[in-house]
Nanobody
Framework: QVQLVESGGGLVQAGGSLRLSCVASRTIFSSAFMAWYRQAPGKQRELVVGFTRGGSTKNADSVKGRFTISYNANTMYLQMNSLKPEDTAVYYC?????????WGKGTLVTVSS
């Protein structure tokens, strides 16, 4: 069992920045895949940015050049710059360990215009 706990969400004005954190109870270096997802009201959950153990990354086109993922042994970060109102969503941390998907409970990001 792996626990993932997100933090760092909040209210920010358009053009501002936030950094989200995801603390994992098992080292991130043992995961096959780690990622940030988001779900806006009335929309499906979507991948924001993620990386595999092999080092490949995936980014949503809508966040390229604005969002950056980084991590250490137990914490994954999402640095979000130049935020837009359409970035408003609940942001979730996901990890794949031993073939199983684990999710955090999410942190709300609200971007005001």
């Amino acid at each position: 069992q792996v626990q993932l706990v997100e933090s760092g969400g909040g209210l920010v004005q358009a053009g501002g920045s936030l950094r989200l954190s995801c603390v994992a109870s098992r080292t991130i270096f043992s995961s096959a895949f780690m990622a940030w997802y988001r779900q806006a009201p009335g929309k499906q959950r979507e991948l924001v940015v993620g990386f595999t153990r092999g080092g490949s990354t995936k980014n949503a086109d809508s966040v390229k050049g604005r969002f950056t993922i980084s991590y250490n042994a137990n914490t994954m970060y999402l640095q979000m710059n130049s935020l837009k109102p359409e970035d408003t969503a609940v942001y979730y941390c996901k990890g794949i360990y031993g073939g199983m998907d684990y999710w955090g409970k999410g942190t709300l990001v609200t971007v005001s215009s």
